[in-house]
């Protein structure tokens, strides 16, 4: 019951969604209040009827569906352009070392330096989206990664590759911390997983963007037709100019209050919100520092793969360039078509599932890798390897807020985005450094090394921080 100016409005007959029931109460308070009016004295004509009801609800759901929808397609478009880079320049490099007269080592300082700016970002991604906006913060992520992939067409050198380094880090930070954040927070595991497998799309096609490239001539095309496409979702976000979609919990507690005399409902939703509750200060912060840990090996495995795959298959199993270049395919396409794969099912698969079987399947292809039986078995095991990886990234951000509750998920989950993409930077250019001073085989064993230290400290995670089921929308 909802009482207005002494005029009772009855809810419990119609039916409407709870997200809409505040839609329904203002149009038909709007109904009675802007009745005729004469003297001071307001004269109520009638009651809107269920139809007209279902109506007004009908167009908000249609509203409020084709905002988000629009919200979705663009973060889906600007996942596809964060792709690109960590596509492009790994099948780029032999080609662009070979221009500025670098070692093949050197990609690792280039992936280093790029974490300078992501890891800046990461540390206050969060509050950038609180005070500017979320579309604000993409927009200005666009101009800085347009900047940096123009600085990358016209460099003489390798000093201006690294000069640029830093803004397209930031640029990346920004645009992954932001949308992992927003998405997260809904509690939509199957959009997560797409926005995952549509930066897949990116990266798949990046190899292929730059081969053709390398075959007409030069590698720079590629990176001034990336530069045009950080314009365009620029603009994008710019003309889009709407906050994202609000928080589950935030839109549960505000749009769907449970009943004053339902103490269980509101008891289960508290449980949710703050897992943490009863822990330890030690506990909290042990369970986020091991977060950080399973995403910084985590993406050290994913991007040292997907960045030396080229150089190794090249350099070591002696494949030529166009076949080089369609083995990252592979390993790419694997990636993203596992991640859409994973986000088609009306039923989730549950995350724990998708991460430690994805795990184990990824030291069994690390393990090929190293052994090289051959090199048709070894591109196939980086295309398993791909498939194994490719849901556990979305999964483990999912999970977070299940994990430490939605108020730390806020700031942990662009924390744990940061401390990615120094995993991804650092440990290329660690192995980078490990095949300047003995070879490209050297890659197999770091790859297995790293899948064994990234399942321990999951299962480790998993233990200190159990998953908390909670209600997921699609």
């Known amino acids: ?64 569906t084709a905002t988000d929808r629009k919200f979705d397609l663009l973060s889906l478009g600007t996942f596809v352009v964060l792709g690109l880079p960590d596509g492009i320049l790994g099948t ?96 939509r595991p199957r959009l997560l997983n797409l926005l995952h497998g549509f930066y897949g799309v990116g990266t798949a096609i990046g190899p292929l963007m730059v081969t053709g490239a390398i075959i007409a001539g030069s590698w720079r095309p590629a990176y001034l037709v990336l530069a045009v496409l950080d314009v365009v979702v620029a603009c994008c976000w710019i003309a889009y100019r709407r906050g994202v979609p609000a928080p589950a919990a935030n839109a549960s507690a505000k749009q769907d209050r449970p009943d004053p005399d339902g103490p269980d409902r509101a008891e289960e939703s508290g449980e949710t919100a703050r897992p943490t509750a009863d822990w330890s200060r030690r506990r909290v912060i042990a369970v986020l520092t091991l977060g950080l840990i399973v995403f910084f090996l985590y993406t050290g495995l994913e991007v040292s793969a997907g960045q030396w795959e080229t150089s190794y298959v090249r350099g070591h199993l002696g494949l030529s360039a166009s076949a080089a270049g369609l083995a990252a395919f592979g390993y790419w396409g694997a990636l993203t078509a596992v991640r859409i794969g994973l986000a088609l099912p009306a039923k989730p698969v549950p995350a724990q599932t998708v991460i430690g079987g994805g795990l184990l399947l990824a030291i069994a292809a690390t393990g090929l890798i190293w052994l090289q039986p051959g090199p048709v078995v070894v591109v196939l095991a980086f295309v398993v390897l791909g498939g194994a990886l490719a849901g556990v990234f979305p999964a483990l951000i999912a999970v977070t807020p299940q994990r430490i509750g939605e108020e730390r998920a806020q700031h942990a989950i662009a924390w744990q985005v940061g401390a990615a993409a120094a995993g991804g930077s650092g440990i290329s250019a660690i192995i980078g450094l490990l095949i300047d001073t003995t070879s490209l085989a050297v890659l197999g064993p770091a790859m297995v090394v790293l899948a064994l230290l990234l399942f321990v400290a999951n299962v480790a995670l998993s233990r200190l921080a159990p998953i908390q089921d909670r209600p997921q929308v699609r």
């Open 1 to 64: 019951m909802v009482s207005v100016r002494g005029v009772r409005l009855d809810l419990a007959g119609a039916t409407i969604r709870p997200q809409y029931r505040a839609v329904y109460v203002l149009t038909t308070v709007t109904v009675i209040l802007g009745a005729n009016s004469a003297n001071g004295h307001t004269y109520v004509k009638r009651m809107p009827k269920r139809s007209e009801s279902r109506a007004l609800v009908k167009t908000a759901s249609v509203a409020a």
């Open 92 to 187: 780029a490099w032999p080609a662009m070392r070979h221009s500025f007269g670098a070692p093949v080592g050197a990609l690792g300082l280039i992936l280093l330096i790029n974490t300078i700016g992501s890891v800046a970002v990461a540390t206050f991604v969060g509050r950038l989206i609180q005070w500017l906006g979320a579309a604000a913060v993409l927009a200005v992520a666009g101009g800085c990664a347009a900047l940096g992939g123009f600085g990358y067409a016209v460099a003489p050198g390798l000093w201006l590759v690294l000069s640029v380094g830093p803004l397209m880090g930031a640029a990346a930070g920004m645009m992954d911390g932001g949308l992992n954040t927003a998405v997260a927070l809904t509690g």
